[in-house]
């Protein structure tokens, strides 16, 4: 009779594991969606390159130059300071961009990012940090958000890039609408 009593038991608890293992792991699947990130901003970042002229204005600079691999600049690298603002003019910025991309394809207009927007401002204080390919032939991007400090501890999302506007051969403006789905 104990023995019996014992199984039945056992069964009894397995299955109220097996239940709560399935219960977690939907609610974990359903409770990322796309549509609701818990935090987003939305700015502008400002690339004025470098060149013989703008030194008092520049934010951006070539530190190796393309190479003879097809016609988009594959192998350019630029490192960048440049400010983001809340609108699509130079308007005083909220945040700044700190890193590099380069030019990676041999057959369109493609590039790779990596850098930490730098908030130190009294609305935020923290740093996000985002990579990824900007595929620029697409109206929009997606880019990862792996990481970040302050304000945006732990943080993780995606950063959409839309190009703004490309005024001269040394200056273009992305819109980038960061979504975070993790925040502590
Ligand atoms: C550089 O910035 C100054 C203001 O700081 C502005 O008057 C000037 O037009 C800018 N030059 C270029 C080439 O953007
Ligand atoms: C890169 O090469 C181009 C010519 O292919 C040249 O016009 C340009 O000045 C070079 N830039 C740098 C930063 O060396
Ligand atoms: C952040 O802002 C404060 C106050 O304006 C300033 O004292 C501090 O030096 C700034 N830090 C950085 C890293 O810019
Ligand atoms: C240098 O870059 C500025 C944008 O910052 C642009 O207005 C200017 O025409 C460029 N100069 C040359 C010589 O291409």
Redesign the pocket.
């Known amino acids: 009779m104990a023995q019996i009593l014992y199984k039945y038991y056992l069964f009894i608890l397995l299955s109220i594991l097996l239940i709560h293992s399935f219960v977690t792991f939907a609610h974990s699947k359903r409770s990322i969606d796309e549509t609701k990130p818990c935090k987003r901003i939305v700015l502008y970042y400002h690339d004025?390159?470098l060149?013989?002229?703008?030194i008092d204005?520049?934010t951006s600079a070539t530190v190796a130059n393309h190479t003879q691999l097809g016609n988009f600049k594959h192998g350019m690298l630029v490192v960048f300071d440049d400010p983001m603002t809340k609108d699509n003019t130079l308007s005083p910025p909220v945040a700044r961009a700190q890193g590099f991309y380069f030019y990676d394809s041999k057959n369109e207009y493609n590039a790779w990012y990596s850098y930490t927007l730098i908030f130190n401002s009294s609305e935020h204080k923290g740093t996000i940090n985002i990579m990824g390919a900007d595929l620029m032939g697409d109206e929009t991007r997606d880019l990862s958000v792996v990481g970040g400090t302050g304000d945006f501890f732990m943080t993780r999302g995606i950063a959409t890039f839309r190009t703004d506007g490309i005024p001269?051969?040394?200056?273009f403006r992305v819109e980038m609408d960061i979504k975070l789905y993790e925040c502590y």
């Open positions: 004025i390159l060149n013989d002229t703008n204005n520049a001269n051969a040394f200056y």
